[in-house]
Structures are given as structure tokens and as C-alpha cells.
């Protein structure tokens, strides 16, 4: 990691390596849960992870009993991104050092901070939280969790990213192609969209233990993976084109299982010339999210507009979700109206 990043970040690889006890929360995707593998690797202390209320970002998708309870020298948040506001209330709430490791865009904090997209540098740089964990303590040896991570948050982005060819030689390495990469995330994230934690903690112990290999021949994983390709297919065929302004198309879907990212995604990718709104409610979890992504348009400088609005959104300069505990329609206007002075039609 390069020095100007490295004075910033410095200090959550002291307090890491010399904790006795640490909490892992983190994301519930492939590249948080490949994180949370890497650092089990690396580090000395004793481990306890925790997973957020799935499709939550905030102090509410967190068991404060439970981390209470524990014998905590640290509290680490790994690719979860949690409103700064938050980090604060949680330390203060904890009375127990809390460090973030992440790449989502997010306000900047000091001291065990290191979020090099929080700090004004480009995601193209920094695609997952497994390659900043690289930077940071130089874990060359467990590249192919790296891989696995860059591969789970840019899908098939990564066809026209600088990276592609560095996580092919990664896959060859170790006797896999990428559409093997591409498999263990699906398998691993099948476990999410099911809104299953109890598969979560499983696939993160099988990556620990076995390595991508290991999560390409679990049967549950395989199984659940089986499961969610047949409702993915099915919610495509539900989703419906709402309004199509050129540049930027709303699409709406009411469905059971945790869907959003997986269906944005692949809408996205249809219309990659446009920036796609994907007004999706999940009954599973009794929550409505607006899913933004382009393959075309950056939308960072959109993403902190609508922050400054008071909307519970989070995201990257390509992706941003905004979270709706009732109906969505206010925010959705907005969201509209915002994209088309910024993209035009």
C-alpha cells in the first residue's frame, strides 16, 4: 500500500497484531466473508465473528448483548459499511477500540481507519476489501481469497478491469479457471440471499479450512447455490421495466429471498450503457431497497448528494443501495430526478 495510505492505516496493523481478543463484523458477501477468512489466518488473537442483520446498515443490525458479553480487546468492522456516526456510538456504547477495514465510500475517520476509497481514492484501484487487506499487512500467500474477494464485488465488471489478468494467473496457480472463481461466490453468497446465517458462518469456516476447492465441493453450499440460480431465474422473469428514460431505466419486483444485488447486477449488465434503478421489496426481511448500478457512469458525486439528503444509502462509485423501511416512492423520485441532472437522458 503506498505510503501516504500506509500513515493512515498504520495503526489498525499494531493494534491487530497485538490484540488478545477481537470481533470480526463482517459482510455477509463473498468478499466480506473471504476477508474474515484471510485475517482468521494472520492474526494471533482470539476470534470471534459476527455477522449484521442481513441487508441492514447500522447500529440496529447489531447484537450489543452479545459483544457485551465477550472478552473484547477489539471490535474490527470488515467490509461493512457502517456510517461513521455509528463506529463512534458503537466504540462509545462498547467502551472497547473499534478499527474499520473497507472499501465502500464513507466519511474518512482517524486512527484505526483504513478505507482508502473513504480517503478520495478510486475503487478501480481498491475492488474489494481482500486487496486492501493485502496492501496493508503484505499477505501475498493467501492470494487466491484475494482473487475471490475482487471477484465476488466486481462480477462480470471484471471482463473490462485492470485486475482480470492478475486473478486469471492467481486461478492457474492453483489449478482453477475463473469461472471456478465465479462459482464459489455464488455458492458463497447463495447463503445470504437466503437470508441463511447459520450457511454464512458455514461457508466462512469451509474457506477457512479447505480454500476455494473446499467450497466448490461442499454439498450444502452446492445445494443452496442450485436453489437460488432457480429463483434468480424466476424473479428475472417478474421483474418489470417501469419507466425507461434512455440513459436511466426503473425496474421494479417484489420477491421472497434477498435477490437485489444479484438481479441489479445482472440488469446493469443488459443495459450497460444506462444506469439502472432497481426498485426491489424482499419479504424475507420486511424491507424495500432502491439497488443503483452503471457500467457506464460513475456515481459517487450522486451517492454523497443523496447522504447530504438524509437518505440511509451506502455504496461504491458504481453501485449505491438505499434502504426503505416502508414504501420507497419518495426516495425513488429522488433518486430519478437526481440521476437524470446528472446523466441526462
Same mark, same amino acid.
Given at each position: 500500500?503506498?505510503?501516504?495510505?500506509?500513515?493512515?492505516?498504520?495503526?489498525?496493523?499494531?493494534?491487530?497484531?497485538?490484540? *488478545?481478543?477481537?470481533?470480526?463484523?463482517?459482510?455477509?458477501?463473498?468478499?466480506?466473508?473471504?476477508?474474515?477468512?484471510?485475517?482468521?489466518?494472520?492474526?494471533?488473537?482470539?476470534?470471534?465473528?459476527?455477522?449484521?442483520?442481513?441487508?441492514?446498515?447500522?447500529?440496529?443490525?447489531?447484537?450489543?448483548?452479545?459483544?457485551? *458479553?465477550?472478552?473484547?480487546?477489539?471490535?474490527?468492522?470488515?467490509?461493512?459499511? $457502517?456510517?461513521?456516526?455509528?463506529?463512534?456510538?458503537?466504540?462509545?456504547?462498547?467502551?472497547? @477500540?473499534?478499527?474499520? %477495514?473497507?472499501?465502500?465510500?464513507?466519511?474518512?475517520?482517524?486512527?484505526?481507519?483504513?478505507?482508502?476509497?473513504?480517503?478520495?481514492?478510486?475503487?478501480?484501484?481498491?475492488? *474489494?476489501?481482500?486487496?486492501?487487506?493485502?496492501?496493508?499487512?503484505?499477505?501475498?500467500?493467501?492470494?487466491?481469497?484475494?482473487?475471490?474477494?475482487?471477484?465476488?464485488?466486481?462480477?462480470?465488471?471484471?471482463?473490462?478491469? !485492470?485486475? &482480470?489478468?492478475?486473478?486469471?494467473? !492467481?486461478?492457474?496457480?492453483?489449478?482453477?479457471?475463473?469461472?471456478?472463481?465465479?462459482?464459489?461466490?455464488?455458492?458463497?453468497?447463495?447463503?445470504?440471499?437466503?437470508?441463511?446465517?447459520?450457511?454464512?458462518?458455514?461457508?466462512? @469456516?469451509?474457506? +477457512?479450512?479447505?480454500?476455494?476447492? #473446499?467450497?466448490?465441493?461442499?454439498?450444502?453450499?452446492?445445494?443452496?447455490?442450485?436453489?437460488?440460480?432457480?429463483?434468480?431465474?424466476?424473479? $428475472?422473469?417478474?421483474?418489470?421495466?417501469?419507466?425507461?428514460?434512455?440513459?436511466?431505466?426503473?425496474?421494479?419486483?417484489?420477491?421472497?429471498?434477498?435477490?437485489?444485488?444479484?438481479?441489479?447486477?445482472?440488469?446493469?449488465?443488459?443495459?450497460?450503457?444506462?444506469? %439502472?434503478?432497481?426498485?426491489?421489496?424482499? @419479504? &424475507? $426481511? #420486511?424491507?424495500?431497497?432502491?439497488?443503483?448500478?452503471?457500467? *457506464?457512469?460513475?456515481?459517487?458525486? %450522486?451517492?454523497?448528494?443523496?447522504?447530504?439528503? #438524509?437518505?440511509?444509502?451506502?455504496?461504491?462509485?458504481?453501485?449505491?443501495?438505499? +434502504?426503505?423501511? #416502508? !414504501?420507497?416512492?419518495?426516495?425513488?423520485?429522488?433518486?430519478?430526478? +437526481?440521476?437524470?441532472?446528472?446523466?441526462?437522458?
Amino acid at each position: 500500500m503506498k505510503d501516504h495510505l500506509l500513515s493512515n492505516c498504520r495503526k489498525i496493523v499494531e493494534i491487530l497484531r497485538t490484540a *488478545s481478543s477481537v470481533a470480526i463484523l463482517h459482510h455477509w458477501d463473498a468478499d466480506g466473508i473471504a476477508s474474515a477468512a484471510i485475517l482468521s489466518k494472520i492474526l494471533n488473537a482470539q476470534t470471534f465473528f459476527y455477522v449484521p442483520k442481513i441487508g441492514c446498515y447500522g447500529l440496529e443490525a447489531i447484537n450489543m448483548e452479545w459483544l457485551r *458479553s465477550l472478552p473484547l480487546s477489539l471490535v474490527l468492522i470488515l467490509d461493512y459499511g $457502517l456510517p461513521v456516526e455509528d463506529v463512534l456510538k458503537l466504540e462509545k456504547t462498547l467502551n472497547v @477500540k473499534v478499527a474499520v %477495514i473497507d472499501h465502500h465510500l464513507n466519511k474518512p475517520l482517524s486512527n484505526c481507519f483504513c478505507n482508502p476509497v473513504a480517503m478520495g481514492f478510486s475503487e478501480e484501484n481498491y475492488p *474489494s476489501t481482500t486487496w486492501v487487506i493485502r496492501d496493508l499487512f503484505n499477505v501475498k500467500n493467501l492470494d487466491l481469497y484475494v482473487a475471490l474477494g475482487i471477484v465476488g464485488d466486481l462480477g462480470k465488471a471484471i471482463e473490462n478491469h !485492470k485486475f &482480470k489478468n492478475w486473478v486469471i494467473k !492467481k486461478c492457474q496457480e492453483h489449478g482453477l479457471l475463473l469461472k471456478d472463481l465465479f462459482k464459489a461466490v455464488e455458492a458463497i453468497d447463495s447463503c445470504y440471499r437466503l437470508v441463511d446465517y447459520n450457511c454464512i458462518n458455514h461457508a466462512r @469456516k469451509v474457506l +477457512t479450512e479447505s480454500r476455494v476447492k #473446499g467450497v466448490l465441493n461442499d454439498t450444502l453450499l452446492s445445494k443452496n447455490k442450485d436453489i437460488v440460480r432457480e429463483n434468480i431465474g424466476k424473479a $428475472l422473469e417478474k421483474t418489470e421495466l417501469i419507466r425507461d428514460y434512455g440513459k436511466v431505466k426503473l425496474f421494479k419486483l417484489e420477491c421472497d429471498n434477498y435477490l437485489t444485488s444479484i438481479i441489479g447486477r445482472e440488469l446493469a449488465y443488459r443495459f450497460r450503457g444506462s444506469v %439502472i434503478v432497481f426498485d426491489n421489496a424482499v @419479504k &424475507k $426481511l #420486511g424491507l424495500e431497497y432502491i439497488y443503483v448500478r452503471s457500467y *457506464s457512469f460513475n456515481l459517487r458525486n %450522486i451517492l454523497s448528494k443523496l447522504k447530504s439528503k #438524509g437518505f440511509n444509502v451506502g455504496g461504491k462509485d458504481y453501485v449505491f443501495v438505499i +434502504t426503505c423501511k #416502508g !414504501k420507497c416512492g419518495k426516495e425513488i423520485n429522488t433518486v430519478l430526478n +437526481t440521476l437524470l441532472r446528472h446523466v441526462g437522458v
